[in-house]
């Protein structure tokens, strides 16, 4: 009978175990690895940053049901990250964190990597190097 209840309880725990939510945010939504433009879902439904992977210019792009005045895609970084033949198509990708704000830009030939901040209020998004 223990060693019924041992296996038991064992069973029980690697259940609950392999139950533990994990993360489902998709990285990389194209199977074109060198696609020069891809969008990262973010936990709000609504909400996408599209990234230009050649320079690693990022806009936050919204949209809605409700019309146009809930549609909209602004800017995160108005200077990019690579130019003239360094901006290659794949150079730069997003990563989501556990912060549903924020994700992190890596250059992937270089090895930077930058803050992303998006967000509902304009003085709040931005893109950071971090050294």
Do not use: H
């Not at 009978?1 to 259940?15: G, N, P, Q, R, T």
């Not at 794949?90 to 030939?109: A, K, S």
């Amino acid at each position: 009978m223990k060693k019924f209840i041992l296996v038991f309880i064992s069973l029980c725990l690697a259940i609950a175990a392999s139950a533990q939510s994990t993360s489902n945010i998709t990285t990389d939504n194209t199977n074109d690895p060198q696609a020069t433009f891809k969008l990262y879902p973010t936990q709000n439904m609504w909400t996408f940053l599209k990234l230009n992977t050649a320079n690693g210019k990022i806009w936050q792009v919204q949209f809605s049901v409700k019309g146009g005045d809930y549609r909209y895609e602004s800017v995160l970084n108005m200077m990019p990250y690579a130019v003239g033949e360094k901006a290659v198509p794949g150079r730069f990708t997003l990563y989501p964190t556990e912060n549903m704000w924020t994700f992190l830009m890596l250059d992937q030939i270089e090895g930077t990597v930058y803050q992303v901040q998006w967000s509902q209020e304009a003085e709040n998004r931005g893109v950071i190097r971090i050294e």
